[in-house]
């Protein structure tokens, strides 16, 4: 049997979390008003302005629920709700946080000590816009934890009841709603384990992502679902952070970085391929800038060969400029095992966010 790795990195953790104040870890990236919140989103979306993983990660081990809690307030503080003063905001953020940080999470799983510490961490990221019912399931809550938790090992537990009250919440809200009666009833058997095959390629992948912080390794995997489609054209990784990991935090530009240090993905070198995401109007305003004149009649695939035929040093030099990566081709088979292994654990982390936290509201 193949040993995945779980999260093994805490030194890195360790040396990130140095600050202990929230404000110091954020480092001046966030807003004036609100330090905390992203500069590229409207305050009011509560999008922190990193990946807060690691230093939560800390806290979550510690027990510290007053700094959960004034996390979780920094980043509702823009949008907190409608009803309470400032002082009862904070106060229910802090009672969520210690809701999170007692949640019976071993109640419906079981893994490691560090899977459980991601875990419990995950939960503090989607608590800034989730609720833990079963109306999170139609969100993509479950493809964020999937994402995250990849490298670990669990095993389900009581199984039967979980897709019990699943099926149970579906039944009631579909008898009031048409769009749950579309939801098709679950037998236990179509819960697939969230326990990645022994497979070595994508064993290789899962140790790469298992170096990274949460919002780090969802923008990783991100890249990867990408990457590991038919069609694989190079991109930014920028481009390829979905906002629904960016609103969990992410610093974009440092976890470009990170994941380029992993190796997964490298800077793009395949002049075809990264054409093909070229629009039929890119190609032409690049050529009169070049200085050529195609025929208006020209398609695409002929516009592209004259680009690549008569300016490959400056498309080069463009494609170097422009930071756009390529999967690392010795991590194609792993990319495409992580994708299918992420489809297929998606249903149970809709299941167990909804029904087996321990913290359903």
């Known amino acids: 049997m193949i040993e995945l790795q779980t999260f093994a990195t805490d030194s890195l953790v360790l040396t990130e979390s140095d600050s202990t104040d929230i404000l110091g870890f954020a480092d001046g990236q966030g807003l004036p008003d609100f330090p905390c919140l992203s500069r590229t989103h409207s305050p009011s979306s509560c999008v922190p302005c990193t990946d807060f993983s690691p ?20 980043v509702r503080q823009a949008n907190p709700g409608v009803g309470d003063s400032v002082e009862q905001f904070r106060q229910h953020y802090r009672a969520l946080a210690g809701m999170i940080l007692a949640a019976p999470l071993t109640q419906h799983l079981a893994g490691s000590e560090e899977a459980m510490l991601d875990l419990r961490t995950a939960l503090v990221l989607l608590a800034v816009h989730e609720g833990f019912s079963g109306f999170i ?38 008898r009031e709603m048409s769009y749950w009666a579309g939801w098709a009833r679950l037998g236990a058997d179509a819960v697939a384990p969230v326990d990645p095959p022994d497979e070595r390629d994508l064993h290789e992948v899962l140790g790469r992502l298992a170096t990274l912080p949460l919002g780090v390794r969802a923008h990783a995997a991100d890249a990867l679902r990408h990457f590991s489609a038919e069609t694989r054209v190079p991109r930014t990784l920028a481009s390829l952070s979905r906002y629904e990991t960016r609103k969990r935090g992410l610093d974009v530009t440092d976890s470009t970085r990170r994941i380029l240090e992993t190796g997964l993905v490298v800077p793009a070198t395949d002049l075809d391929a990264w054409l093909a995401g070229w629009t039929r109007r890119d190609l032409l305003a690049f050529l009169a800038q070049a200085g050529l004149r195609p025929r208006n009649s020209w398609g695409k695939e002929r516009l592209a060969e004259m680009a690549h035929t008569e300016c490959e040093e400056l498309l080069r030099g463009r494609l170097a400029e422009s930071g756009a990566v390529e999967l690392a081709p010795q991590y194609l088979t792993g990319a495409r095992r992580l994708r299918e292994y992420l489809d297929s654990a998606r249903e149970t982390w809709r299941v167990w966010l909804g029904f087996g936290t321990g913290l359903e509201m």
Not at 55 to 73: H, M
Not at 142 to 153: G, W
Not at 159 to 172: D, E, I, M, Y
């Open 55 to 74: 230093w939560l990660r800390q806290r979550v081990r510690w027990g510290d629920v007053d700094a959960v809690g004034e996390y979780l307030w920094r």
């Open 137 to 174: 399931m139609t969100g993509e809550a479950p493809e964020f934890v999937a994402a995250v938790m990849s490298p670990h090992r669990f095993s389900l537990l009581h199984l039967q009841g979980l897709v019990k009250r699943r099926n149970s919440f579906v039944a009631h809200m579909g």
